[in-house]
């Protein structure tokens, strides 16, 4: 008996143990505009910040004062930090066109990855890290707000079930007033606006949601063609890059016209999906239009957010890595889809370059 209830007892000491691990956490980059999250996670027990990575001594001690962080955990070397911190995943809040630097300093050490969106500025790079990804067995996942959206998984549910039919016409519109109108930080302005470092203006930054959705719903197909129009009607702020983008992703069967913008009146994240039944408009996070059937009305519903973890990043990225939960193939998070999102995007800036629509192959 006394046999047993030492057993019993050990079993419940490991699965506390267990279940209280948490994911040891690193920073590479204090730039994006989004990285505060990182630090406002005070009611989460998932992660523990083991490292900052970070050449800008300015902002090393802007954010070492505001979140009185342990001068120890600041590193001016990657490499340096992830050996001496030895995190188990790194989130990357600097320039998109470093995520590739990112990835081949932790992938060879068996260290995962998220980065904020879109997954790389170039489609080479973007292929690089896959591989990467693939020959060292770690994950790199891609952070977008539209995949916390229960709007938007509605949206596909319904798609699944047939009760839109086929998908023929979505519409992605995303965005909001600009950079420097919202009043963004001045690193995080720099490098939006930087057409290396953030790969092209609106259409990049906000693009990308459209590409990540459409390929999504569309279960990682591919566009036939891709064409895009990119203009500056601010070009006294934004004078290096777009401001305003529209692409067009034509499908077999389907059209997708992606609206990218800093010129909205107000942000916006929305989506309207059209089928040969019926439609679903995801308007914001928990709020769905929707007509189903041609002699019924439109009707407006609203429905619970996502439930944990998909409330945030964080959290998702730390029970990938202990293995808590196991990302479908066609995630909103996942390599494939990214990859695909950054061939786009990339088409999509050769289109408006040369004023032509750009095949795929």
């Not at 949601?209 to 064409?227: C, E, F, I």
Request: net charge neutral; glycine share 6%; aromatic share 8%.
């Amino acid at each position: 008996m006394k046999t047993l209830v030492l057993l019993f007892v050990t079993l419940i000491s490991v699965q506390t143990t267990f279940a209280q691990k948490r994911v040891r956490l690193a920073i590479a980059g204090l730039s994006h505009g989004h990285v505060g999250w990182a630090f406002n996670r005070n009611d989460k027990t998932d992660t523990e910040l083991v490292g900052i990575y970070e050449t800008d001594q300015e902002l090393v001690k802007r954010f070492a004062e505001k979140y009185k962080l342990d001068k120890k955990l600041f590193f001016n070397d990657l490499n340096k930090m992830l050996d001496q911190a030895k995190p188990d995943a790194v989130s990357a809040f600097g320039p998109i066109n470093e995520h590739i630097s990112v990835v081949r300093a932790c992938a060879p050490r068996k260290i995962h990855v998220m980065v904020e969106k879109p997954l790389a500025t170039t489609f080479a790079d973007a292929k690089e890290i896959e591989k990467l990804a693939k020959q060292n067995g770690v994950q790199v996942l891609t952070n977008f707000e539209t995949s916390w959206y229960a709007s938007n998984q509605y949206v596909n549910e319904l798609v699944e079930a047939g009760k839109i039919g086929e998908i023929r016409k979505v519409m992605v519109n995303d965005g909001h007033q600009g950079p420097k109108e919202i009043g963004v930080g001045k690193e995080f302005f720099d490098f939006l606006t930087d057409p290396v470092k953030n790969g092209a203006g609106a259409l990049n930054d906000f693009g990308c949601y459209g590409a990540n959705l459409m390929t999504w719903l569309l279960k990682g197909q591919k566009p036939v063609s891709v064409t895009a129009v990119t203009h500056q009607n601010k070009p006294d702020i934004y004078q290096k890059v777009d401001d305003e983008a529209t692409i067009i992703l034509q499908y077999p069967k389907a059209q997708c016209v992606i609206q990218a913008s800093w010129n909205w009146t107000f942000a916006r994240k929305d989506m309207e999906v059209f089928g040969t039944k019926g439609y679903a408009v995801a308007v914001n996070p928990t709020t769905i239009r929707q007509r189903l059937q041609e002699k019924t009305p439109e009707e407006t519903i609203k429905i619970d957010p996502r439930p944990a973890p998909f409330t945030d990043p964080f959290s998702v990225l730390a029970d990938v890595v202990s293995g808590k939960l196991k990302l479908d193939e066609n995630d909103m998070y996942g390599l494939p889809v990214n990859v695909t999102v950054v061939e786009i995007l990339e088409a999509a800036k050769r289109s408006a370059q040369t004023g032509k629509t750009v095949v795929l192959k």
